[in-house]
């Protein structure tokens, strides 16, 4: 069984501002009872929630590090994927099929949608309604 992480559910683990922090805990307390999930994320992912932990902390040096301990630290408890070239291209193709004026999918929420197609995912873990009817979310 295959999950995928979005960048605000790896966000909220960490920032105990965030308005989803609690939720998050106990989404992560669930995941870490059954060691049989693949959990995964992708590059993309990864350079958004720094960007995110940037703006939102104003640089703040202590969630930074936090989140750095998430990603590459003890704290690690998922695999991060880097698309090829290739994948790229299929993830520009969910883009153009799915971006509308009602819904603005990034470019890495696009590339999530393509993970959960490629690795037949059962949901994604995201607090972001734009995978609604697109994907199986948890939130």
Known sequence: ????????????????????????????NDLQKDD???IIT???????TLTLTIARSKAATS?????????WGQENFFK??????????EVYKILKKYCTPKRLLS???????YMFEKFNAMYIL???????NITNRLF
């Open 1 to 28: 069984m295959t999950i995928l992480l979005d960048s605000n559910f790896l966000f909220a683990i960490k920032s105990e501002k965030d308005k989803y922090h609690q939720r998050a805990i106990e989404i992560l």
């Open 36 to 38: 049989k999930k693949l």
């Open 42 to 48: 992708n590059c993309l992912v990864i350079n958004e």
């Open 63 to 71: 969630l930074i590090e936090k989140i750095y301990e998430l990603f």
């Open 80 to 89: 991060i994927i880097q698309l090829t070239l290739k994948e790229y291209n």
């Open 107 to 113: 470019f890495v929420d696009a590339s999530l949608i």
């Open 126 to 132: 995201s607090f972001d309604s734009h995978f609604d």
